[in-house]
């Protein structure tokens, strides 16, 4: 026999929304704006069952167009909020504080309607091939008003309410924070990484393209961003340093700049930032630094040569002319020795001189090029 509770019955619907539009608000704002206690997050599983249920109506659509506009308006009080802090980074800190909060009390309030996600909303919102192929279109579906799952729906208000009107703050604020990060100013490391974040995260349920918000946002304006600022840095070091010193400090900052993509950016943007690093620091300036490698590769500079490697690595081109040079230094230090082999031990110093030439070159290479196979053709000339 079904529990008086859950048989379906009449139910006013402003009565009920009365009692969970307070349970909502507590919700979504972690008990901020409302307390909700354990007892009432309990009895509101049932109510928002019976209006599901409702008789003669169900009303769950009714519910569902009532919890939109209320995150519509919860979102635009946020963004109210976080505007006041005007173009300044304690906005970004406000953002965040409430990104926090919103993004943990969405999943609540997903948890809290259940019901109507699986009994309403499934069997109603535009199915993913409708939205992906186009056939919503052809069928005559208003794809712009598709219904979507409350956490879904949480999330796409967020997106909608806060980050669009917010996007041109939020990209300047934190290109300014990175900026700051690389000229050794502190920053808010939690604030920074959680705020880019955010812009993947809140389109979690966009299964097709979840990167699409955050790229067109915040990617791009990033990798402009760097290249812009280590083609000055690198200009600055060449006009005081010499190659070497260039190199190493280029060096140094490569690895800054990978330990700041892996703490603050999407993993998505490790290769695009590194690649606009490399175009700055290392692209514009191989002049320079292939005029440099002959002298080097003469006098078998280690340290140079190793850095030289290094910077060169994931530039094709430029390392294939490096292992040339090596190569050709190498033909030319083996014929040398092996022509100054005479006398009655010719023989034997032949072997001894092939000998050490190879331990010399293995040790050079492995030390200064890492043992890279494509270096060790030189050994093996």
Not at 317 to 334: F, N
Request: charged fraction near 25%; proline fraction near 3%; charge should be negative.
């Amino acid at each position: 026999m079904m529990s008086p509770t859950l048989k379906p019955r009449q139910v006013n619907f402003e009565d009920a929304w009365s009692k969970l539009l307070e349970t909502i608000r507590g919700v979504i704002s972690l008990n901020r704006l409302s307390f909700v206690k354990q007892e009432t997050w309990n009895d509101r599983f049932t109510d928002i069952y019976q209006i599901v249920v409702a008789q003669p109506e169900p009303q769950g659509e009714k519910l569902y167009e009532h919890v939109k506009l209320f995150l519509q308006n919860h979102v635009d009080n946020l963004y109210s909020e976080v505007c006041r802090c005007g173009e300044e980074a304690s906005l970004l800190a406000a953002y965040h504080r409430f990104w926090v909060e919103y993004r943990l009390g969405a999943t609540y309030l997903d948890t809290l309607f259940r019901h109507l996600n699986t009994n309403v909303i499934r069997n109603q919102k535009t199915t993913e091939a409708d939205l992906h192929f186009g056939m919503g279109q052809s069928l005559g579906l208003d794809l712009s008003n598709h219904m979507m799952e409350i956490g879904e729906l949480c999330l796409d208000t967020w997106r909608r309410c806060m980050v669009e009107p917010l996007k041109h703050v939020l990209t300047k604020l934190l290109l300014q924070q990175i900026e700051q990060d690389r000229r050794g100013s502190p920053v808010q490391q939690t604030v920074l990484h959680d705020v880019i974040h955010s812009l993947v995260d809140v389109e979690e349920y966009n299964k097709n393209n979840q990167l699409k918000l955050y790229a067109s946002i915040f990617e791009q304006p990033l990798l402009d961003a760097t290249e812009s600022f280590y083609s000055c840095e690198a200009e600055q070091l060449l006009s005081r340093h010499n190659c070497s010193q260039f190199m190493e400090k280029v060096l140094l900052r490569l690895d800054e700049e990978k330990l700041r993509a892996h703490k603050f950016v999407h993993p998505s943007s490790f290769v695009a930032v590194m690649a606009a690093f490399q175009r700055a620091t290392i692209e514009r300036h191989l002049q320079l630094l292939e005029a440099e490698s002959a002298a080097m590769v003469d006098k078998e500079e280690r340290i140079d040569l190793s850095h030289l490697y290094r910077l060169l690595k994931p530039i094709p081109e430029p390392l294939k002319r490096l292992v040339s040079l090596m190569e050709d230094h190498i033909r030319q230090r083996a014929v040398k020795a092996v022509q100054s082999v005479a006398g009655e031990q010719a023989a034997q110093q032949f072997v001894e001189t092939v000998l050490e030439l190879h331990s010399h070159y293995v040790t050079l290479i492995s030390g200064v090029f890492d043992g890279d196979q494509l270096c060790a053709q030189g050994i093996r000339h």
